[in-house]
């Protein structure tokens, strides 16, 4: 069931509309030369569920430490009052920075937890899914993923 522009999950006032499909994820260098010019990377997720809306995003609270990153799934929103209209997912980029090292990564959202082994070096990413329920890893295709 597609989510419409008219529903109320833009009321920022804790309630976010829920996830309703898987979420897909990737990684993506902050920079077209690659993660090894400059360390920098950026979380990329979406939703399998295509909204009436294109501009809904996911909801987040992030905490990156050296070993462990975790983010904690809020729901989704309609950013504003304006509905793009045209579909696609929700969406969220998410800011990283410089990790060039291996790192537990856990998805929370509601009752269910999903951890993933992430292996990250000059020109390569490793993701193997430790405990998953509902986000999983895609690879990112030469900047058509977002």
Request: aromatic share 12%.
């Amino acid at each position: 069931m597609a989510v419409s522009c008219e529903e109320d999950v833009n009321s920022n006032n804790g309630k976010y509309g829920p996830i309703e499909s898987d979420i897909l994820f990737t990684f993506a260098p902050d920079s077209a030369d690659g993660i090894g010019t400059t360390g920098s990377i950026t979380l990329y997720l979406k939703t399998e569920m295509i909204y009436g809306c294109m501009n809904y995003e996911i909801v987040y609270q992030e905490d990156v430490q050296t070993n462990r990153i975790d983010i904690d799934i809020e729901g989704i929103v309609l950013p504003g009052e304006i509905c793009a209209t045209a579909l696609g997912p929700a969406r969220a980029k998410i800011p990283i920075g410089t990790i060039v090292d291996e790192f537990n990564l856990y998805f929370t959202y509601e009752s269910s937890t999903d951890n993933h082994y992430v292996s990250i070096s000059d020109s390569l990413v490793v993701v193997v899914p430790v405990d998953t329920s509902f986000i999983h890893y895609v690879d990112y295709l030469d900047g058509q993923w977002w």
